[in-house]
């Protein structure tokens, strides 16, 4: 029954895609065209596919080959990423990396194997032309049957389309890094703050985010757009329709350019199946958070006669997108009021030595000295000896935090502090490499009065045993005490990535070569985003081996989310579950915390590595990663890294 269901739609794609061959022949073309792009009361001008924006869903079947010819209707160059996809390196569509691009007036043709299944999609990576409208869907068949039964089978594809196009919000955001930012802090929340914590507490809290030049509401970089789902607005209203009792797979892509959101569906739980195109152990939850470009399946099922709204809020609480799923055309579903806005607290910067290495344009405003009264104890230090600035030698677990009750920490710097570490290393001040702590145990850390962290806790952020390879690295969206931190409405499942497990492993379970340690960074004040303090134009391509087992270490230094894409080869997240680890094509990395993945480097040839958010991507966050060897060499062997916590690989 489902085999016709795809016949017929590929049928039925022939005619929006120009089908070049007999039917079930994977054979397409797709124009890349200027498009109007309907939003409430107005048109917009955009980039699109055959002359819409979102493209059409491409359906593909596992273990067939793939020829889709890509025609530039543009006055600029153009592209398609075929985002998640295993196929060849030049095939990758990513120009100056994979090949060269899709001059004006020019036709390019895309030649691969469909060597996997899942939910997947599609975009431009040229220019802006993906925030601007150049993505659609994507859709392959297994061939094996799916662990899982559906009646229904809906792809919500969800974007973030903005007024301005992607070239203009670049370079307001380069000339004023807070121009799009709606929820800008006044003196009535410093009132309301007082109110709530003390005048003494509100005004200290102000001083420390002024001082670092962020605000609380520092969450989404870009606020005023139009949240779309299937390209509809929420007062279009995207319907689904189902028959009561039936089992409805929803295949949720994030398509924006920079929004995270939160989904769900009221009165309906959600069963998630597929993570990233992968099956995963079926968990149920009420709701979850989709990182920009990831991919989940989920499966519900509405027995009542009525309709129920699909809710997508963005994790800043700015805009949310809706459709419905119900019995009948032109029924609405219930849309409850936005929640309440989250704000960061400090907690999600960490106020860690870990964070050193970040620049926040200029941080020489903020008064240390407003730390006096912070209270450490039940801190301890495991194996390291700390040697302070004035001679005085401190010895690990014996070293009472409890004593720095009321410590003024009026003009500490990390510069005049050696620290002699367990294995007798001297680290001298900010070059201090803290992976390396992996003794220190901050699990007994009390709140910091006055600072707005309350109950602050490093446990899982690289300071303790989740530093070693193959242990729990932190849950990107379950940072303690983070104004980050997803709950669910009214105290329902909230997905973590802890519950994701793989339902069938991909690779076998074995020991990492190495590790590559990446710190993500940046300098809002100057709107600039890098790895390793370097932008992309600067920086030396990563180097990978053929047959290696690499594990890269993520060390956000930044106070915004990060998904990490690398294209060409599965990312395998460590969410703590062993060889049931899922693999991904995106990692979500936290501000202020480490993440952790592996790569079984199978793929020859040049790929590129990036965060997903196209203006941090665009400003320099950003890497070239060079795989050397491969089929028709003989595989290299390597002897698996020490559980040692310290970086093995570089980025050279």
Known sequence: MRR??????????????????????????????RVPIQLDGRVKQGIGYNGRSPGETLRFKEGEDVVIHVKNNL???????????????????????????????????????????????????????????????????????????????????????????GSRIM????????????????????????????????????????????????????HGYTPLMNGYTPAMNWTGLFNPGERVRLRVINASSMAFFDIRIPGLKMTVVQSDGNNVQPVTVDEFRIGVS????????????????????????????????????????????????????MADMRLDPMMAGMDHGSMEG??????AGMDHSGMTSGGATHTMADGTVMQGAAMDKGAMAGMDHSGMTSGGTTHTMADGTMM????????????MDHGGEGPMEGQGHA????????????????????DPFYAPGSGLTPKAANGGKFLSYADLKAQKPLFEDREPTREIELRLTGNMERYLWSINDVKYED????????????????????????????????????AGNGKWNPAKHVINVAPGTVAYMETEVDATGEWAFHCHLQYHMKTGMFRKVIVEGGPGQQRVEFTPMKPTGHGQGGDH
């Open 366 to 371: 903020m008064d240390h000295g407003s730390m």
């Open 455 to 474: 109950a602050m806790n490093h446990a899982g952020q690289g300071h303790g045993d989740d530093a070693t390879p193959g242990a729990k690295a932190a």
């Open 294 to 345: 990831e991919t989940y399946d989920v499966i519900v099922r509405p027995r009542e006669d009525k309709a129920y709204s699909i809710i997508a809020e963005s994790m800043g609480r700015v805009a949310a997108a809706r459709g419905t799923l119900a019995p009948r055309p032109g029924m609405v579903g219930e849309m409850p009021p936005m929640r309440k806005p989250p704000l960061l607290t």
């Open 539 to 574: 920086s030396e391509p990563i180097r990978l081996r053929y047959g290696e087992r690499v594990r890269f270490k993520f060390v956000n230094e930044t106070m915004m989310m990060h998904p990490m894409h690398l294209h060409g080869m599965w990312s395998i997240l460590d």
């Open 4 to 33: 016709a269901f795809h016949a017929l739609a590929a049928l039925a794609l022939s005619g929006a895609f120009g089908f070049g061959g007999t039917a079930g022949a994977a054979e397409y073309s797709i124009s890349v065209d």
């Open 428 to 439: 001298q001040g900010a070059a201090m490499d803290h992976s390396a702590m992996a003794g």
């Open 171 to 222: 370079r307001n955001l380069k000339m004023m890094p807070d121009y799009y930012n709606r929820k800008q802090r006044t003196l009535f929340d410093l009132f309301a703050d007082a109110g709530e914590d003390g005048a003494g507490a509100a005004l200290e809290n102000r001083t420390m985010w002024g001082g670092m030049r962020m605000m609380p509401t520092d969450i989404e970089d870009v």
């Open 75 to 165: 006055n600029v160059d153009t592209s398609i990423h075929w985002h998640g996809f295993i196929i060849p390196p030049e095939m990758d569509g990513v120009p100056g990396i994979s090949f060269p691009g899709i001059k004006p007036g020019e036709t390019f043709t895309y030649r691969f194997p469909i060597v996997q299944s899942g939910t997947y999609w599609y975009h431009a990576h040229s220019g802006f032309q993906e925030p601007d409208g150049a993505y659609g869907s994507i859709v392959i068949e297994p061939k094996e049957r799916e662990p899982f039964r559906y009646d229904r089978d809906y792809v919500v594809i969800l974007a973030d389309k903005h007024d301005h196009d």
